[in-house]
């Protein structure tokens, strides 16, 4: 595969079932179809590396062809095929490369990129990864299930595992996309539902559940309505990882008790699903009411924070909506259904009051659009002195947007 590549792919928003998604609940989410994540892959300039260069998290790594080969020298190839479940062998190989980075954010990112680039292109050097992303990272809208997604587009063709060509990609490229993302999504946060990385690959709004078996049963909600809504993002670091982790504890710590609270959000998923194929004005209390018990529920489940209560708050008081934290909350993001009736200036004033007083950063996204995709490699080339410039690290999601958004940057994608 000839160099260079572009992939990209959205964010998601869950409606409900964040969490009880892990335990095999059914779960609802749209991707964000203006938050995305871009992934550039370009020849390096020393041929003996890989190099990554990740400016959101200020993540600038090499590694020598030598170091990569050790590590494979280790790990029978076999052992990698294995897609669903992460192979201990080539995690404990990674663990050499990985342990200088253990305890920050880079951590997650390298290993999630090693492991797959293992697994999806072995030992090749000579080529530079670059990240840059309209999404904020770490809070809730799905940026690790995006990159994650991109990474499995780009390695797939870069290891010849997808076609080379700019056809658009078939149901079997989709799946392939989807089932390495969601190994991807491992590395990063270790029992992933696979909500993430299958809205972003697909794009639209699904409604989702894991079984027991470890196959996933989806259905898109293709209807699915713009419903009004705030988003906004706390700016409260957290991990995925650790809260989807002290759920875990806490149902094995109060079984009786964690069990039914888990059900009961699936009822609202599933019903609130239902809803949202036919939305009509009648239900829409319905839908309001299903936020304002999700919320509850997620909060019995201790992965609320006060600066996600302090948005359901402001927006009680000021009879806005109906917020719930959105992702895995622990601060990051929460969305608020906008009430009927409900005065533009009433919600200016909302968000006016969360980004003033609070310092959090509102967003207006709409629902559903395309998942992930690529430009085709011969418009890369072609065009590579206009978007290299877009991946440096003091390029805005404005800059990114205005030329690279599908449907209405530059570009055409092929998807
Ligand atoms: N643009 C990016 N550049 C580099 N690393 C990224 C980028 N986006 C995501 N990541 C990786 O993903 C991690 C964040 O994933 P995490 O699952 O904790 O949050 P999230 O995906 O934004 O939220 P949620 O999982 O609740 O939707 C970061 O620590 C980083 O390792
Ligand atoms: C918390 C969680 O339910 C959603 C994170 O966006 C984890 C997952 O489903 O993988
Ligand atoms: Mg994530």
Redesign the pocket.
């Known amino acids: 595969m000839s160099l260079p590549l572009l992939t990209s792919a959205p ?2 928003v ?1 409606i409900f079932g ?1 969490h009880s998604a892990v335990f095999n609940e059914p779960a609802v989410a749209a991707s964000v179809s203006a938050l995305r ?1 871009y992934l550039l892959v370009s020849a390096a300039q020393n041929p003996e590396v890989i190099e990554l260069d ?1 400016p ?2 200020g ?1 600038d790594k090499q590694w020598s062809g030598e170091a990569l080969a050790a590590i494979s020298a280790g790990v029978q190839p076999e052992a990698v095929t294995d897609s669903r479940e992460l192979n201990a062998e080539l995690s404990n190989a990674l663990e050499s490369l990985l342990q200088p980075l253990s305890g920050s ?5 390298a290993y ?1 990129f090693l492991y797959m680039y293992f697994s999806l292109c072995g030992t090749r050097t000579g080529v530079k990864f670059t ?3 309209s ?13 994650a997604v991109c990474l499995a587009l780009a390695l797939g063709k870069l290891g010849g595992h997808l076609k080379h060509g700019s056809e658009a990609l078939t149901k079997e490229d989709l799946g392939f996309v989807n089932k390495w993302s969601f190994i991807g999504e491992k590395c ?2 270790g029992t992933p539902s696979g909500i ?1 990385n299958m809205v972003a690959t697909y794009g639209s709004a699904v409604l989702f559940q894991r079984l027991p078996s470890g196959d996933t049963k989806s259905e898109q909600i293709l209807s699915f309505p713009q419903i009004p809504m705030v988003l906004t993002n706390t700016r409260i670091p ?4 650790v809260l989807v982790a002290g759920v875990k504890d806490l149902i094995t710590r109060q079984p009786e008790i964690m069990k039914p609270i888990l059900e009961s959000m699936g009822v609202v998923a599933s019903n609130g699903a239902q809803i949202l194929s036919q939305l009509t004005d009648a239900n829409y209390a319905s839908l309001c009411e299903l936020i304002r018990v999700n919320h509850g529920l997620l909060v019995a489940l201790g992965v609320s924070h006060p600066g996600l209560e302090l948005i359901k708050s402001v927006g009680d008081s000021m009879s806005i909506g109906h917020t719930k934290l959105t ?3 622990g601060g ?1 993001c929460a969305l608020t259904l906008l009430s009927p009736g409900v005065t533009p200036e009433e919600v200016e004033k909302f968000k006016h009051t969360l980004e003033s007083e609070h310092n959090y950063k509102t967003y207006t996204t709409g629902l559903g659009g395309p998942g992930c995709g690529y430009i085709a490699p011969e418009v890369v080339q072609q065009s590579f002195s206009a978007i290299e410039p877009l991946f440096r690290k003091d390029s805005t999601a404005a800059d990114l947007n205005k030329v690279l958004l599908p449907g209405s940057g530059s570009f055409e994608w092929v998807h």
């Open positions: 964010g998601k869950i964040e994540t990740f959101d998290i993540f954010l880079h951590y997650q990112a999630c990240v840059k992303s999404l904020p990272i770490g809070a809730g809208l799905g940026s690790s299930a995006s990159l990063i946060h993430d957290r991990s995925t990882k992702g895995a909350g990051g």
